[in-house]
Structure formats: C-alpha cells, structure tokens
T-cell receptor
Framework: AQSVTQLDSHVSVSEGTPVLLRCNYS??????LFWYVQHPNKGLQLLLK??????LVKGINGFEAEFKKSETSFHLTKPSAHMSDAAEYFC?????????????FGPGTSLSVIP | NAGVMQNPRHLVRRRGQEARLRCSPM?????VYWYRQLPEEGLKFMVY????????ESGMPKERFSAEFPKEGPSILRIQQVVRGDSAAYFC????????????????FGQGTRLTVV
C-alpha cells in the first residue's frame, strides 16, 4: 500500500531564507514521486518529479527535491524564498507496479512567506 | 494546445439539486482522474476513467456520485441531491498514459470547479 506524509501542515519563512517542506512516503515498489503547487484559486502545477533517474531533481522556480530511499523521503527545498512562493504544496506518490496507477496526494503544506 | 479545461469554475447549488462538473482533457489524453479538495484537507482521489470505462472508482462515495467519460465529449462528474458537505473544489487531471509511471504519464490538472451548496 502507498501512503504519503507531509510532516508540517504549515510552514512560515522570511523572504530570502531557505525553504524546506518535508515529505515521507511508503510504497511497496519503486515509486514515482512528485511535488505540486497550488496557488489560491488556481489549479495544480507540477513543480518537479522523480521517476528513478537522478536522485536530486530540479524543478521550476528554483525548487529541488532529493529522493532518499533509505529515509523514504522526498523533501522539497529552495535556497531563497520569494513572496510569490506562498501557496499550498502537495507531495504525491505513485506506484508504477500496481495493476493500475492511482496518484496518492499528501495532505498538503501551506507555505507562508513573510516580507 | 489548451490545458485541461474544467467548467464551470464556480457552481452554486441549493440542497437537493444536481451538480454537473465537466472536464475536457488535454488533446491526445485518454486518461482522466477526478479529485476532491475539502476545506482544510488535501486532495482525495475519487475516480479514474478511460474513454467509456471506469477503471477505479474506489474513492467515490457509494451514493449520489457518478462519473463518465464518453467516447465523444468531456468527462462528467455528477452529484445528485447535493448536500452542504459536498461543498468543495473538484479537480480533474488528464494524462496520455496511466499517471505515475514512466513515459507520457505526467498528469496535468485543470483549475478546478468550486462547488458551493447553500
């Protein structure tokens, strides 16, 4: 069975400081992992994805995430937060080896950026 | 190439009425997923459809909810006899192949339909 845990429901950072959004997953097989962002009243946008290539994945808007199998983690980071980063972030896991794929979303982390 | 189109963006229904939410996948995509986002909660999977087939509806409430993806036209999520608890944002996603695996499996999301039941 698959599951996703986002350890923080809310993260607040000052503009220009690093961002860390934590995600841990559980998957029986080799997972595909994604981070999506949702700005207020907007649809979901894919930030980055891991599909068994390089473990350090670079995404849009300066975000990156590192797949750590030993820790079953896929934390999202950004060196310097910008006001426009304030949004809801979802960590997502999908299991490639199930008979059909079902995308499992974490509960989300709300990121606030303080000027 | 237009993205995933959902309409209406906002829908207000009185208790007991029917709500119909439409989703037009991206061109060339034959896999559609519906998700519900309740206030203060994350996205929850509802149903996965391919053209004319429901593949997985394990996330759908057993009563009042139904979904279809006909050979022609958009996918429809239908909620009969709506109640206040149905108020939520409903998101649709589409992919060229089954989402989550390798290849053209990236799922693209629409902007959602916000249903308010009064």
């Amino acid at each position: 069975a698959q599951s996703v845990t986002q350890l923080d429901s809310h993260v607040s950072v000052s503009e220009g400081t690093p961002v860390l959004l934590r995600c841990n997953y559980s998957s029986s097989y080799s997972p595909s992992l994604f981070w999506y962002v949702q700005h207020p009243n907007k649809g979901l946008q894919l930030l980055l994805k891991y599909t068994s290539a390089a473990t350090l994945v670079k995404g849009i808007n300066g975000f990156e995430a590192e797949f750590k199998k030993s820790e079953t983690s896929f934390h999202l980071t950004k060196p310097s937060a910008h006001m426009s980063d304030a949004a809801e972030y979802f960590c997502v896991v999908s299991d490639k080896k199930t008979s059909y794929d079902k995308v499992i979303f974490g509960p989300g982390t709300s990121l606030s950026v303080i000027p | 190439n237009a993205g995933v189109m959902q309409n209406p963006r906002h829908l207000v229904r009185r208790r007991g009425q029917e709500a119909r939410l439409r989703c037009s996948p991206m061109k060339g995509h034959s896999h559609v997923y519906w998700y519900r986002q309740l206030p203060e909660e994350g996205l929850k999977f509802m149903v996965y459809l391919q053209k004319e087939n429901i593949i997985d509806e394990s996330g759908m409430p057993k009563e009042r909810f139904s979904a279809e993806f006909p050979k022609e036209g958009p996918s429809i999520l239908r909620i009969q006899q709506v109640v206040r608890g149905d108020s939520a944002a409903y998101f649709c996603a589409s992919s060229k192949a089954r989402a989550g695996g390798g290849g053209d499996t990236e799922a693209f999301f629409g902007q959602g339909t916000r249903l308010t039941v009064v």
